[in-house]
């Protein structure tokens, strides 16, 4: 008995499975790169306060650091703060090599950065920005970093939100006390006056009657005298008639 010869595949069988061999040969580096790109690790962000409480007047730094970023070119970061309470004191700080400015509105600030030039994007644990806030109020205000969005310098976007939040306490100023007035202050008492001391009673009828009692004493220290001449004279008449 002859062995049986298998007959070969069609024609057009052949070539399709060359096809599918091709199509995997090519976008088998692709479909590779592809699952390394999606297995880095993705950029987390964190937000710190200088201090957890401050006083009326004060200024607190919100600092924004990110972690595990890669190729990072431009980025903005909106910030919601307690309306009333805190506010921008002054212009952001961002990363050496490009330009950093901001956008207030009431309760939100928000913050934006691109490299300039020929700056390379930033890559691993880089502060992205910090922002003075100024105390206005009192109470607990709330900083919340709610969005954060990425532009790598090829152009490809991502975007966080409600990425994180730290709360203040916040003091209002001391009211001050008021400062005392002239009428407030306690008033010297008045210096006794010669009306209000009453005097002795000679020294007052001196004081009253002294111009008109002065020719009444000298006529009487006169009388007396006299009296005394005519004594001696009675006692020198009454020895002459003993003689």
């Not at 009333?84 to 990363?95: C, F, K, W, Y």
């Not at 001196?206 to 020719?215: E, K, S």
């Not at 005519?230 to 020198?236: D, E, P, Q």
Request: glycine share 8%; hydrophobic share 45%; charged share 15%.
């Amino acid at each position: 008995m002859s062995a049986r010869i298998p007959a070969s595949p069609p024609r057009a069988t052949r070539r399709v499975s060359a096809a599918i061999a091709a199509a995997l040969a090519l976008f088998a580096p692709l479909a590779a790169a592809t699952a390394a790109h999606a297995a880095e690790p993705a950029a987390t962000f964190t937000l710190e306060l200088s201090s957890s409480s401050a006083t009326e007047g004060d200024t607190v730094l919100a600092t924004v650091t990110g972690a595990d970023v890669s190729d990072l070119y431009a980025y903005d970061l909106v910030f919601t703060v307690t309306e009333g309470a805190l506010e921008s004191a002054d212009a952001p700080v961002g990363p050496d090599g490009g330009f950093t400015s901001a956008v207030d509105a009431p309760g939100t600030i928000t913050v934006s950065h691109t490299r300039l030039g020929t700056s390379p994007g930033l890559s691993g644990t880089v502060v992205l920005a910090t922002v003075p806030l100024r105390a206005v109020g009192s109470g607990t205000a709330r900083v919340e970093l709610s969005s954060v969005r990425l532009v790598s310098s090829t152009g490809e976007t991502a975007e966080q939100a409600d990425v994180a939040s730290e709360t203040v306490e916040l003091e209002a100023l001391p009211t001050p006390e008021p400062s005392a007035s002239p009428s407030d202050s306690a008033s010297p008492s008045p210096s006794p006056s010669t009306s209000s001391v009453p005097a002795a009673s000679g020294a007052s009828d001196l004081a009253t009657t002294g111009v008109d009692a002065t020719p009444w004493l000298i006529s009487g220290a006169v009388g007396v005298a006299l009296i005394a001449v005519g004594a001696v004279l009675v006692a020198r008449r009454r020895q002459g008639v003993r003689e």
